[in-house]
């Protein structure tokens, strides 16, 4: 069941009061010397030129620059790794998917010293043999790059992620019993990425997600699905509801996740084809989508705690259609259980 938290107030506006916009507008006023400048270049005389970097790493002085040399920072168009072009997948495990499953990788950074790590060495290793580029760089730079400072030493540059088809979710449903987990609007990355990794655990078809005012595929959504995203079509789609209906016409019941529905999902029609929408955080599912659903189903509950997060909710009501479509499902490929 997705979250109904109740609101409450909004602070003050995000954006800055009077006093703050006058004293962002004030410019500093300028120097004497640089009026001067100004005018002397109105009258046709040289202009001024800007100090290229090496003058200005000439101006601190010898010691700073052999500092720099001995802290081994690069140059040129690696001088800001921070400035990435793409996305960033940070960590061992993840790093270790994205190669496994063939994803692009144009860039690894790699910290000063961790090319010794037991862990780290053969994935380095596999990122030479499939031609990515390894740069070392400080460790300051991974965790100034790191979206919570779990890097693990190595952060990889790759490029948009490859969103699905809805088409696409649907032909790997194939005919049988299949799972699509529909998130109407969840925008928190942490419960996206538990959601996607619970879904492909399941054996889940695809997610289905909206394209805006939603969580996307982000360097914490690889971390909190383990790599998951990796193995599973998630598909951004510009209208939920419309979505549900050509899951329909795939032959998917849509079954809606609400606190307030009337049947736990034990006794919900859950065998078979199952389209599961999970509403948003703050929100649950919205009017429009609710009006798509054929059925609605709850988690039993016998505490006192209003209800689970959305991540939580859509596990176990994952893991129950599992259970209900036991005999019908094919054993997964690595014939493994998970513990």
């Not at 290793?125 to 070392?136: E, N, P």
């Not at 928190?188 to 655990?201: C, H, K, L, M, Y």
């Not at 998917?252 to 006794?267: I, K, L, P, R």
């Amino acid at each position: 069941m997705a979250d109904r938290k109740k609101r409450g107030a909004r602070g003050g506006s995000a954006s800055p009061s009077g006093a703050q916009r006058s004293g962002r507008d004030q410019r500093p006023q300028g120097s004497g010397d640089r009026s001067a400048r100004r005018k002397g270049a109105a009258a046709g005389g040289p202009r001024p030129t800007r100090p290229r970097p090496a003058d200005r790493a000439a101006e601190r002085g010898p010691r700073a620059a052999s500092r720099e040399a001995a802290e081994g920072r690069p140059r040129g168009r690696d001088a800001l790794p921070g400035r990435l072009a793409g996305n960033v997948i940070e960590g061992r495990r993840a790093a270790a998917e994205a190669l496994r499953s063939g994803f692009p990788v144009k860039r690894a950074l790699v910290a000063e010293g961790a090319g010794g790590d037991a862990a780290l060495a053969p994935i380095i290793a596999d990122l030479r043999a499939a031609g990515a580029r390894v740069q070392t760089v400080p460790r300051s730079q991974l965790d100034a790059l790191s979206a919570h400072g779990a890097h693990q030493g190595i952060v990889l540059e790759t490029g948009s992620f490859p969103y699905a088809d809805l088409a696409d979710v649907i032909a790997r449903a194939g005919d049988g019993p299949a799972l699509v987990l529909v998130l109407d609007h969840v925008t928190d990355a942490g419960n996206f990425g538990a959601i996607v990794r619970s879904a492909e655990v399941v054996g889940a078809a695809g997610v289905v997600i909206a394209s805006k005012r939603a969580a996307e595929v982000t360097v914490a959504t690889y971390k909190t699905s383990a790599g998951a995203v990796m193995h599973l079509p998630i598909a951004q789609v510009p209208n939920i509801a419309r979505a549900l209906d050509d899951l329909k016409d795939a032959g998917f019941w849509v079954c809606g996740a609400s606190e307030h529905a009337e049947q736990v999902c034990w006794d919900a029609p859950l065998a078979g084809r199952v389209a599961l929408v999970m509403g948003s955080e703050g929100e649950g599912i919205s009017r429009l989508v609710l009006e798509k659903c054929d059925f609605l189903t709850k988690l039993p509950q016998r505490g006192l705690t209003e209800s689970l997060n959305v991540a939580q909710a859509a596990t176990a009501l994952a893991f129950e259609w599992m259970r209900r479509n036991r005999d019908a499902l094919t054993a997964p490929v690595s014939d493994r259980v998970g513990v």
